[in-house]
């Protein structure tokens, strides 16, 4: 059993930046992949940023160079840092984690927390 809070959404002007945060809570040994995805009206939730436990990273095109992600496993946190951010990026940003649970994985997702790019 796992719980995603976020925290950080909000409203910033274009050129803007915001940081998003996710803590998990429950119990689990520990997270395997830590992510962020996001989904806009009338389109389909993409993956924004990955981390893995080892820390490798992997981003979506569209934000590649903007957006930095990372985790802290000791507080079982994950942050997205979202520099020069654009009216798309305008989106509902949902926390994702997964683990491993008797040798089959599953995963969780938080409730969201909007972000609003626009001036």
């Known amino acids: 059993q796992v719980q995603l809070v976020e925290s950080g959404g909000g409203s910033v002007q274009p050129g803007g930046s915001l940081s998003l945060s996710c803590a998990a809570s429950?119990?689990?040994?520990?997270?395997?992949?830590m992510a962020w995805y996001r989904q806009a009206p009338r389109r389909s939730r993409e993956m924004v940023a990955v981390?893995?436990?080892?820390?490798?990273?992997d981003y979506a095109d569209s934000v590649k160079g903007r957006f930095t992600i990372s985790r802290d496993n000791a507080k079982n946190t994950v942050s997205l840092q979202m520099n020069n951010l654009t009216p798309e990026d305008t989106a509902v940003y949902y926390c994702?984690?997964?683990?491993?649970?008797?040798?089959?994985?599953?995963?969780?997702w938080g409730q969201g927390t909007q972000v609003t790019v626009s001036a």
């Open positions: 429950g119990r689990f040994n520990s997270l395997n992949r």
């Open positions: 981390t893995t436990k080892s820390g490798g990273t």
């Open positions: 994702y984690v997964d683990l491993s649970l008797h040798g089959s994985d599953v995963f969780f």
